[in-house]
């Protein structure tokens, strides 16, 4: 298994960019597949973006699609959040998650989580 820590968050004003960063402490990321998820506050964690382990494959949500993208950098293993043109309705607390074989848009995909980052967009 792989332990996870996000990092990157903060505030952002509403229309600007901001870039989470996903690492792991074994340094063995570069195996995994990565799924990006948030919890707005008072709402259930929503699915983000996604990317196979060796970014063969990525996809997002419609909320996001043509403003967020998933990258990663396995050299140093590590995976990216790339967020643009940010909005209000983005601010909530941001996951990554990894599973060796797992894949999808549902948190079950995906076996090891991080404890994520607040991420929150101002007017």
């Known amino acids: 298994q792989v332990q996870l820590v996000e990092s990157g968050g903060g505030l952002v004003q509403a229309g600007g960019s901001l870039l989470l960063s996903c690492a792991d402490s074994?340094?063995?990321?570069?195996?995994?597949?990565v799924g990006w998820f948030r919890q707005p506050p008072g709402k259930d964690r929503e699915f983000v973006a996604a990317?196979?382990?060796?970014?063969?494959?990525?996809f997002s949500a419609d909320s996001v699609k043509g403003r967020f993208t998933a990258s990663r950098d396995n050299d140093k293993n590590t995976v990216y959040l790339q967020m643009n043109n940010r909005k209000s309705e983005d601010t909530a607390i941001y996951y990554c998650?990894?599973?060796?074989?797992?894949?999808?848009?549902?948190?079950?995909?995906?076996?090891?989580w991080g404890q994520g980052t607040q991420v929150t967009v101002s007017s």
């Open positions: 074994a340094r063995t990321l570069r195996n995994y597949n």
């Open positions: 998650a990894a599973d060796r074989t797992g894949w999808g848009d549902r948190e079950t995909n995906f076996g090891s």
């Open positions: 990317i196979n382990w060796n970014a063969r494959s990525t």
